[in-house]
T-cell receptor, first 114, second 114 residues
Framework: AQSVTQLGSHVSVSEGALVLLRCNYSSSVPPYLFWYVQYPNQGLQLLLKYTSAATLVKGINGFEAEFKKSETSFHLTKPSAHMSDAAEYFC????????????FGKGITLSVRP | NAGVTQTPKFQVLKTGQSMTLQCAQDMNHEYMSWYRQDPGMGLRLIHYSVGAGITDQGEVPNGYNVSRSTTEDFPLRLLSAAPSQTSVYFC?????????????FGPGTRLTVT
């Protein structure tokens, strides 16, 4: 069975500071990995995905993530936080070919201080 | 393209009542899924479908039924609502194997069972 661990439920950074949101996964096969963002009272929007191509993945809004097989990690980073980045972020994993079945982490709420 | 649409946006039910949450997509996606989102628990898969006429259970299927008679629609039925089913429900769709792998999410239905 797959699982995703997102340590902590809340991260607070200052505007302009580095954003680092951690994600570790457990999977019996090489997984596909995703980061989604959810703004208040909205659905989920894909930030970026890893599907066994380049290990450093760039997404929308200046976010990127690096797949590290040895650490079973897929941490999300952004060099400089903006106020508009305040949202909830979810890491998710699926088996290749099982596009219909995502396993999500519990989510992390990002706050950005002026 | 409307993407993934869900109706209603909000619903209040009394314990024991039944209802159907509607989901439709206009992207000709093979796969469709239902998730529920609860605070601190991320999203959990309820049921999914890999094509018209084919459905299967996810992580938390009890109390819910689905069917998929067309590619476009994937309704979720609550047969006898319980307070434990108070949640936000998201429908998602994606292409089948060999295409882009991410799921596209609807805006959600916020359900309260009293």
């Amino acid at each position: 069975a797959q699982s995703v661990t997102q340590l902590g439920s809340h991260v607070s950074v200052s505007e302009g500071a580095l954003v680092l949101l951690r994600c570790n996964y457990s999977s019996s096969v090489p997984p596909y990995l995703f980061w989604y963002v959810q703004y208040p009272n909205q659905g989920l929007q894909l930030l970026l995905k890893y599907t066994s191509a380049a290990t450093l993945v760039k997404g929308i809004n200046g976010f990127e993530a690096e797949f590290k097989k040895s650490e079973t990690s897929f941490h999300l980073t952004k060099p400089s936080a903006h106020m508009s980045d305040a949202a909830e972020y979810f890491c998710a994993v699926s088996d290749p070919g099982a596009n219909s079945k995502l396993t999500f982490g519990k989510g992390i709420t990002l706050s950005v201080r002026p | 393209n409307a993407g993934v649409t869900q109706t209603p946006k909000f619903q209040v039910l009394k314990t024991g009542q039944s209802m159907t949450l509607q989901c439709a997509q206009d992207m000709n996606h093979e796969y469709m899924s239902w998730y529920r989102q609860d605070p601190g628990m991320g999203l959990r898969l309820i049921h999914y479908s890999v094509g018209a006429g084919i459905t299967d259970q996810g992580e938390v299927p009890n109390g819910y039924n689905v069917s998929r008679s067309t590619t476009e629609d994937f309704p979720l039925r609550l047969l006898s609502a319980a307070p434990s089913q108070t949640s936000v429900y998201f429908c998602a769709s994606s292409y089948g194997p060999g295409r882009t792998y991410e799921q596209y999410f609807g805006p959600g239905t916020r359900l309260t069972v009293t």
